[in-house]
């Protein structure tokens, strides 16, 4: 039998607190100009907290550099977690860029194309 863990959702805790501590990171020590505006969306742990899936957004710059730029500075980035979190391990990170905003906006502009088009066969 399975021993139940005694503090439930931990890897959703553990998850929450380095999206807030990569958002002040990557805002306030990161010096590299190619990470313009970024936004931490999300952050996947694995169970055994060995990696970590960040996906971001940005607001300003071009996406393929800054993830390019922010996986270079997972070294540094994992350092000042390290120096945050109170885990035993602090995971590797890995950056991947998050396009659901974008894939939204896309669906957006297409839905009020086709709701046009019906009005104006009506």
Do not use: W
């Not at 807030?20 to 100009?33: H, M, Q, S, V, Y």
């Not at 120096?83 to 009020?112: G, S, W, Y």
């Amino acid at each position: 039998m399975r021993k139940k863990s005694s503090t439930p959702n931990r890897s959703f805790r553990v998850a929450d607190q380095i999206q807030r501590d990569l958002t002040e990171l990557i805002a306030r020590e990161l010096k590299d100009p190619r990470v313009g505006m970024v936004t931490v969306q999300s952050v996947e742990v694995t169970p055994d907290y060995a990696h970590a899936k960040i996906y971001f957004s940005v607001l300003v710059g071009d996406p393929k550099e800054c993830e390019i730029a922010l996986n270079q500075a997972a070294g540094f980035l994992r350092n000042g977690l390290f120096k945050r979190l109170m885990t035993h391990t602090v995971p590797t990170l890995h950056f991947h860029f998050d396009q659901t905003t974008e894939r939204a906006a896309d669906l957006n502009a297409l839905i009020a194309k086709a709701v046009s088009s019906r009005a104006q066969d009506d």
